[in-house]
């Protein structure tokens, strides 16, 4: 069943807005990622924040006030006319939210606990459930006044994809008739000093597939797409209707931060979003990579790509330009593809790929978006790729509907 992804909100390091995050992705800007104090002792860090001015939660629902949450208000009040046309059209009993966190409200949640282990009591402010993984999902569903299946899914770097692949599940038994679907993730002390710890944060800007590359930056962001079984009434001159034709998952718990050195679980990954949207490798016409600038998953990556698609296909990694965000990561970069596939993207420019040229010679051979790649007319079907710790993968695939 084509599942219509009719409206879509974004915010992230490129900008607040579709049109803002457009203009920036297209030329390949990476001044979103820039030097922050306060993330660890050793010095700044490198991150994809988010520099936008961001909304006040809604009166009546202070609970939910966290950065997380305002980041999500931010995307969803870019759409909230498609919304608010649904509920009207569907009920409110018949709109689901699904998304995909890996932070939720840990920055405040911490700071309360820091604020008790200093003070023997939690601030006032504190609030336990900001902390829980469906917060997001909660939070949007009591500010519009929703009744449908309300959950988070947390599966690190793959949980915002999978949301997308979870709404389309709601739509297909016929659970909802529209879902919410996307992630959010925003910066936080843990997660930073997590990657620290693994020694996977570069202190440059990262350098995906280079022979120099040496770690990630991490970001934050929110993508918030409104998911319908059918396609929604547009004006004249919108975007025609983009949809998810296929998404393939595969868990080969290889390790739990370790990616299978093959890239088995990848590829299969890949192999199942073709085989769900009938199509073949060749009919792709572009791939945002997981790309994440590690030793591992890059050569592992390489790999998988050069085996799924021999021939070769147009690809990048666009997290120089928006950092590593995690749990959002899926559905930010499902939210690229769409704007590649967007009218407003006349020329058919797609994401290149930025990096220092140093090609590794130990990596399979991929076909890299430069400036001058447009993407073909008979082409627009893209693909997007996120993989996550123990082994946990995820292809999307958008095109027109």
């Not at 350098?207 to 962001?221: D, K, L």
């Not at 679980?265 to 060749?282: N, T, V």
């Not at 790509?305 to 070769?312: E, K, M, N, S, T």
């Not at 559905?331 to 420019?349: F, H, I, K, P, V």
Request: charge should be negative; aromatic fraction near 6%; glycine fraction near 12%.
């Amino acid at each position: 069943m084509t599942a219509y992804l009719n409206a879509l909100g974004v915010i992230c390091a490129l900008g607040s807005g579709k049109r803002a995050v457009a203009e920036r992705l297209f030329a390949g800007d990476v001044s979103g990622l820039r030097e922050q104090h306060g993330w660890r002792s050793e010095g700044p860090l490198l991150v994809g924040a988010v520099d936008a001015p961001l909304p006040g939660i809604p009166d009546g629902l202070a609970d939910h006030a966290t950065r997380n949450n305002r980041l999500l208000l931010a995307a969803a009040l870019e759409i909230e006319a498609d919304i608010r046309q649904a509920i009207a059209r569907y009920g409110r009993g018949r709109i689901g939210v699904v998304l995909g966190t890996s932070t939720s409200g840990i920055h405040e949640a911490t700071g309360g606990i820091a604020r008790y282990l200093q003070d023997g009591h939690f601030p006032d402010d504190y609030r336990y459930r900001q902390q829980e993984l469906a917060a997001p999902a909660a939070f949007l569903a009591e500010w519009l006044q929703l009744d449908g299946p309300t959950y988070a899914i947390s599966t690190a770097c793959t949980s915002s994809g999978r949301a997308l692949l979870s709404a389309r599940r709601l739509l297909d038994l016929n659970i909802c008739d529209a879902v919410l679907c996307g992630g959010v993730d925003s910066l936080c002390g843990l997660t930073l000093q997590g990657f620290g710890s693994l020694e996977a944060v570069s202190a440059q800007r990262c350098n995906p597939f280079s022979a120099n590359r040496n770690g990630i930056n991490i970001g934050e962001a929110a993508a918030l797409f409104l998911m319908t079984k059918e396609p929604l009434i547009r004006e004249p001159g919108q975007t025609p209707l983009i949809a998810l034709l296929g998404a393939g998952a595969s868990s080969d718990a290889h390790h739990i931060s370790a990616p299978e050195p093959e890239g088995r679980g990848a590829s299969q990954a890949m192999l199942k979003a073709l085989a769900d949207a009938r199509l073949e490798a060749g009919q792709i016409g572009y791939l945002n990579l997981h790309g994440t600038a590690t030793l591992h998953n890059d050569a592992m990556e390489s790999l998988a790509v050069h085996a799924v698609f021999p021939g070769g296909v147009p690809c990048s990694s666009t997290k120089p330009l928006t950092g590593h965000t995690l749990g959002a990561a899926g559905a930010l970069e499902a939210a690229l593809c769409w704007l590649s596939l967007s009218t407003d993207n006349r020329d058919g420019r797609l994401p290149p790929h930025r990096w220092d040229g140093a090609a590794d010679p130990q990596l399979a051979p991929l076909a890299f978006v430069d400036d001058d790649t447009r993407l073909g007319e008979r082409q627009r079907y893209l693909m997007s790729n996120s993989f996550a710790f123990g082994g946990n993968n995820i292809s999307l695939i958008l095109g027109d509907a």
